[in-house]
């Protein structure tokens, strides 16, 4: 899948899967299972690292997950997150940020958070030919000021300015995340670019998740997210078995020695 592939996909009426991937495992199985588009997200920070925001992760270590994601990904599109404060400071920063990103990962794109905010920002990748996604409504990189992550945007006028923004300055996609499923309706009628949803009601052109959250490992459950499997028990289920074959003598056997 590459980047006019994934635009494409909206004329002809076909809904993008998007997952996130963080490393070679997971990378790997969701490519199998052919989800169109890997993200390593900077929610990297909070579900890899354990870290309480997005806002502590550095350019080196997305540029460490991004390369590890490519290598094992084969057919999906892999967008890696530009993180906090790499492209904020200017236009130049972005560019040369965004570049050593595709340079040093393999990636066929990357993320920043902002619309009309990022107008400039976005026109220039997109002059380098940098293909470049979107994010507005909620931006947990802007935490701080929005006070909490799960604040759902509401301002029609703002959201609906950001969206515009961002394909009139050469966005190739937009993610709009938390925002009431009407006003996500209305963008996605009104850009010709892909809107990938989440948080954001049923009228998108594709989906993304945190994988780890609907797989049940991080215990996260918000309203919009729906649970696939529920790993952690099993994995808590099979290390206690472990543990307790160990103490009884129950492994390992004959059966496991050479
Ligand atoms: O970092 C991330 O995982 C994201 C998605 C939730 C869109 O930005
Ligand atoms: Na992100």
Known sequence: MNVPEFMNAKAQGRKLSVLTAYDCLWAAMLDEAGIDALLVGDSMGMVFQGQTSTLPVTLEQMIYHGEIV???TKKALVIVDLPFMSY???SRQAVRNAGKVLKETGCGAVKLEGGVQQAKTIERLAACDLPVMAHVGMRPQSVRKLGK???VQRDEKQLLADAVAAERSGAFAIVLELIPAAI?????ETLTIPTIGIGAGPHC???????????GLTGFK????????DLKSSIIDGAKRYAEDIRKGEFPTEQHSH
């Open 70 to 72: 490519c290598r094992a």
């Open 184 to 188: 996500a309706q209305r963008i996605t």
């Open 205 to 215: 052109d594709g989906q993304v998740l945190v994988t780890p959250d609907m797989f």
């Open 149 to 151: 992550m799960s604040a």
């Open 222 to 229: 918000p309203k919009f997210m729906k649970l696939y499997a």
């Open 88 to 90: 904020q400071v200017s």
